[in-house]
């Protein structure tokens, strides 16, 4: 898998050497420190291993992080190993008395004064002693990368000499030698990212759209970096560069593999087909895929329309076709006129887009995008038999949010004439009972989808505010938050066994009769014995919008991670919004960055429901709002336990000031607004992780 690491260090700067010349050699017990101290060239043990190998590691992360090794084929069993330039100026490593070449950069240049210097971007690079030109380097260990991808170093091809830049995962901790997981560039009319298993193609993203690659939130632009996508007729590469250059960033193909589990399905057919084999299709299995409802004819044209789909990974270009000066319109006349069309797209969606891509056959490994974490979705319009698109502007219109996600989703609204429809007509047949309002009836959606439908009557006494379920009042939301924060507290510090519950969220808490909140759904929950307040796991499970920083990434769990959620919950009760997929249409933050907006500008009032009203005692509520903060810091040190907590809720004494919260995000406003009614087809991702 790949993983994304930052970190924020103050370096050191070293007097140690940060060159040897051809005179010079490197033995076992020696390094190279980079001038400005950042990364140190030696020779290391991996993990519990006796070999020896040579490579660059950061020089300032307390735990050896090693980012680049030569000899990854052929470990020395010793400590006889030197590294120096031949006669020839190629870099070699030598062991047992200097007489068996382990390893050698094989360099076909030649310079009259070689030297061999490691650079602070971590470089390794043979050069002419009077040249600082990086495209005359007679070697550089940035054209070899192993597993590792540092600033400035290109993940992609050379097309003038065919060579290719990828990462290839370690086998174990313990032996770096290429395992089977690579990390790279897929070369075709319209190139990719694409992981690999063996020969197996396990991951991919889209293709370069002009923003992004959409389908890897990690390669996306931040406050930390900035990336750049370059195809041109000499080289096709993906490269970042560092924004703040004194935090520390790079991306490691890891040797293990694990699925993000989702509590909805993680594919489904899109709007107007249907699973080739119904009998073979659940959640766990649709490796035979779908097909159209509605075969196409190539005879009947004017049966033939387009159905636009928004936010999406577009699909496998393996059989696709590109033309970047043909606008829209000519693209989807050139589909039209093409039996074999399945669908078409803008290749480049900056401005008002550009570029024609065609895919013909299966359309393989579409993915809806989720918002927050890649905002690099696209538009496609799937060729489609124009009684599927008529039935589709028929059915019943249920909005979903663009990344598709079926789980936490506000209730959807449904027009008169959908009711009607799924009542027939509110048929006596269809009468379930009567109550005070008026008559319930039963009802099926056009999907099939089962519901109960009150009517309220002419002649009930309660009106339609009445009908409508009341809005809880300060008192009450109050009294929940507490109840809610006791029952964790008791999780965490009173119970018998500490229990870390790793997905808090409205839905599983309860409430009874007397509206007390009671904590539900443990079927995700870690038990820990005696002292023990903190795990990890390769299996992060859980709900996006809730999740805690370290655990959504690291797959880092403790005490802390109940409080992030917490504090995510305790926001949504105070503004009656939920924080997942609740972008604001001013500034495109989500809840936690809105609320933070107003919180920085003195406008903290502005967050709460406003079906409060006169209930809310506004002290109360803005000290809420602090409490949430606090529980949603980035770090989880930084955060309050759960007794504190507790304490904050009921007391008035001054509280800690605020950073800025984890997980604060933006989304572009281009995609702020879109909704759309096709059924969800999402595939499971890898997920991202360091080694």
């Given at each position: 898998?790949?993983s994304?690491?930052?970190?924020?260090?103050?370096?050191d700067?070293?007097?140690?050497?940060?060159?040897?010349t051809?005179?010079?050699?490197?033995?076992?017990?020696?390094?190279?420190?980079?001038?400005?101290?950042?990364?140190?060239?030696?020779?290391?043990?991996?993990?519990?291993?006796?070999?020896?190998?040579?490579?660059?590691?950061?020089?300032?992360?307390?735990?050896?992080?090693?980012?680049?090794?030569?000899?990854?084929?052929?470990?020395?069993?010793?400590?006889?190993?030197?590294?120096?330039?031949?006669?020839?100026?190629?870099?070699?490593?030598?062991?047992?008395n200097?007489?068996?070449?382990?390893?050698?950069?094989?360099s076909?240049?030649?310079?009259?004064?070689?030297?061999?210097?490691?650079?602070?971007?971590g470089?390794?690079?043979?050069?002419?002693?009077?040249?600082?030109?990086?495209?005359?380097?007679?070697?550089?260990?940035?054209?070899?990368?192993?597993d590792?991808?540092?600033?400035?170093?290109?993940?992609g091809?050379?097309?003038?000499?065919?060579?290719?830049?990828?990462?290839?995962a370690w086998?174990?901790?313990?032996?770096?030698?290429?395992?089977?997981?690579t990390?790279?560039?897929?070369l075709?009319?319209?190139?990719?990212?694409?992981?690999?298993?063996?020969?197996?193609?396990y991951?991919?993203?889209?293709s370069?759209?002009?923003?992004?690659?959409?389908?890897?939130?990690?390669?996306?632009?931040?406050?930390?970096?900035?990336?750049s996508?370059v195809?041109?007729?000499?080289?096709?590469?993906?490269?970042?560069?560092?924004?703040?250059?004194?935090?520390?960033?790079?991306?490691?193909?890891?040797?293990?593999?694990n699925?993000?589990?989702?509590?909805?399905?993680?594919?489904?057919?899109?709007?107007?087909?249907?699973?080739?084999?119904?009998?073979?299709w659940?959640?766990?299995?649709?490796?035979?895929?779908?097909v159209?409802?509605?075969?196409?004819?190539?005879?009947?044209k004017d049966?033939?329309?387009?159905?636009?789909?928004v936010?999406?990974?577009?699909?496998?270009?393996?059989?696709?076709w590109l033309?970047?000066?043909?606008?829209?319109?000519?693209?989807?006349?050139?589909?039209?006129?093409?039996?074999?069309?399945?669908?078409?797209?803008?290749?480049?969606?900056?401005?008002?887009?550009?570029?024609?891509?065609?895919?013909?056959?299966?359309?393989?490994?579409?993915?809806?995008?989720?918002?927050?974490?890649?905002?690099?979705?696209?538009?496609?319009?799937?060729?489609?038999?124009?009684?599927?698109?008529?039935?589709?502007?028929n059915?019943?219109?249920?909005?979903?949010?663009?990344?598709?996600?079926?789980?936490?989703?506000?209730?959807?609204?449904?027009?008169?004439?959908?009711?009607?429809?799924?009542?027939?007509?509110?048929?006596?047949?269809?009468?379930?009972?009567?109550?005070?309002?008026?008559?319930?009836?039963k009802?099926t959606?056009?999907?099939?989808q089962?519901?109960?439908?009150?009517?309220?009557?002419?002649?009930?006494?309660?009106?339609?505010?009445q009908?409508?379920?009341?809005?809880?009042?300060?008192?009450?939301?109050?009294?929940i938050?507490?109840?809610i924060?006791?029952?964790?507290?008791?999780?965490?510090?009173?119970?018998?066994?500490?229990?870390?519950?790793?997905d808090?969220?409205?839905?599983?808490?309860?409430?009874?009769?007397?509206?007390?909140?009671?904590?539900?759904?443990?079927?995700?929950?870690?038990?820990?014995?005696?002292?023990?307040?903190?795990?990890?796991t390769?299996?992060?499970?859980?709900?996006?919008?809730?999740?805690?920083?370290?655990?959504?990434?690291?797959?880092?769990?403790?005490?802390?991670?109940?409080?992030?959620?917490?504090g995510?919950l305790?926001?949504?009760?105070?503004?009656?919004?939920?924080?997942?997929?609740?972008?604001?249409?001013?500034?495109?933050?989500n809840?936690?960055?809105?609320?933070?907006?107003?919180?920085?500008?003195?406008?903290?009032?502005?967050?709460?429901?406003?079906c409060?009203?006169d209930?809310?005692?506004?002290?109360?509520?803005?000290?809420?709002?602090h409490?949430?903060?606090?529980?949603?810091?980035?770090?989880?040190?930084?955060?309050?336990?759960?007794?504190?907590?507790?304490?904050?809720?009921?007391?008035?004494?001054s509280l800690?000031?605020?950073?800025?919260?984890?997980?604060f995000?933006?989304?572009?406003?281009?995609?702020?607004?879109?909704?759309?009614?096709?059924?969800?087809?999402?595939?499971?991702?890898?997920?991202?992780?360091?080694?």
């Amino acid at each position: 898998m790949i993983s994304s690491c930052s970190l924020v260090f103050l370096s050191d700067f070293s007097n140690a050497a940060d060159s040897i010349t051809q005179s010079q050699s490197l033995r076992d017990d020696m390094t190279l420190v980079s001038k400005d101290g950042s990364f140190e060239l030696g020779f290391f043990n991996p993990g519990s291993s006796k070999n020896r190998y040579l490579g660059i590691w950061f020089k300032n992360i307390p735990v050896k992080t090693v980012v680049w090794v030569a000899n990854r084929l052929n470990p020395i069993n010793d400590s006889s190993g030197v590294l120096m330039v031949n006669s020839s100026g190629s870099l070699v490593l030598l062991s047992q008395n200097s007489t068996t070449v382990v390893w050698s950069s094989n360099s076909t240049k030649q310079a009259s004064n070689t030297i061999v210097q490691l650079l602070d971007s971590g470089n390794l690079v043979v050069r002419d002693e009077k040249e600082q030109n990086p495209e005359n380097y007679l070697w550089q260990s940035f054209d070899y990368p192993c597993d590792t991808l540092l600033p400035g170093m290109k993940l992609g091809w050379d097309l003038r000499t065919g060579q290719e830049w990828r990462l290839s995962a370690w086998k174990s901790p313990e032996d770096p030698s290429p395992g089977e997981l690579t990390f790279g560039i897929e070369l075709n009319n319209y190139p990719g990212i694409v992981m690999k298993k063996g020969s197996e193609k396990y991951f991919r993203s889209s293709s370069w759209n002009g923003h992004g690659c959409s389908g890897i939130p990690e390669l996306k632009a931040n406050r930390i970096f900035n990336y750049s996508f370059v195809s041109n007729k000499d080289e096709v590469y993906y490269i970042f560069h560092m924004i703040n250059e004194s935090v520390i960033s790079y991306l490691v193909l890891n040797q293990t593999v694990n699925l993000i589990e989702r509590e909805s399905p993680f594919c489904q057919c899109l709007e107007g087909f249907k699973p080739k084999s119904s009998e073979t299709w659940n959640p766990d299995e649709w490796s035979k895929g779908c097909v159209r409802r509605t075969q196409l004819s190539c005879q009947d044209k004017d049966k033939i329309g387009f159905k636009k789909l928004v936010g999406l990974k577009l699909p496998d270009t393996t059989n696709s076709w590109l033309n970047r000066s043909m606008n829209l319109e000519e693209c989807k006349v050139k589909c039209l006129n093409d039996c074999n069309c399945t669908a078409y797209s803008n290749s480049d969606i900056r401005g008002e887009g550009s570029g024609c891509a065609i895919w013909y056959g299966d359309l393989i490994d579409i993915r809806q995008i989720s918002n927050g974490y890649d905002a690099n979705g696209q538009d496609i319009y799937i060729r489609m038999h124009t009684l599927d698109l008529e039935k589709l502007e028929n059915n019943v219109m249920i909005d979903q949010n663009i990344e598709g996600q079926r789980e936490d989703q506000e209730l959807p609204l449904f027009n008169l004439a959908t009711i009607v429809a799924a009542t027939n007509n509110f048929s006596s047949n269809n009468k379930l009972g009567e109550g005070g309002f008026g008559p319930v009836y039963k009802g099926t959606l056009t999907d099939g989808q089962e519901i109960a439908v009150k009517r309220l009557s002419q002649g009930s006494g309660q009106g339609l505010n009445q009908m409508r379920a009341k809005a809880l009042g300060w008192s009450m939301r109050f009294n929940i938050i507490y109840g809610i924060a006791r029952g964790l507290l008791y999780l965490h510090e009173d119970s018998r066994l500490r229990i870390i519950h790793r997905d808090l969220k409205a839905s599983n808490v309860l409430l009874d009769s007397k509206m007390s909140p009671k904590i539900s759904d443990f079927g995700m929950a870690r038990i820990c014995g005696g002292d023990q307040t903190e795990g990890n796991t390769n299996r992060v499970v859980g709900t996006y919008g809730y999740m805690a920083p370290e655990y959504a990434i690291d797959g880092l769990f403790s005490i802390k991670s109940d409080v992030f959620s917490f504090g995510i919950l305790l926001l949504e009760i105070l503004g009656g919004k939920k924080n997942r997929g609740s972008f604001h249409p001013d500034h495109s933050l989500n809840l936690v960055g809105h609320a933070w907006k107003l919180w920085k500008e003195g406008r903290p009032l502005e967050l709460i429901d406003t079906c409060l009203d006169d209930s809310c005692i506004l002290s109360e509520a803005v000290r809420c709002l602090h409490i949430s903060f606090l529980c949603l810091q980035q770090h989880p040190e930084d955060r309050p336990n759960m007794s504190y907590v507790v304490t904050m809720l009921h007391s008035e004494n001054s509280l800690p000031e605020p950073k800025e919260p984890g997980f604060f995000v933006g989304k572009k406003s281009s995609l702020l607004g879109k909704n759309q009614s096709s059924s969800t087809n999402e595939i499971t991702v890898s997920l991202l992780e360091a080694r």
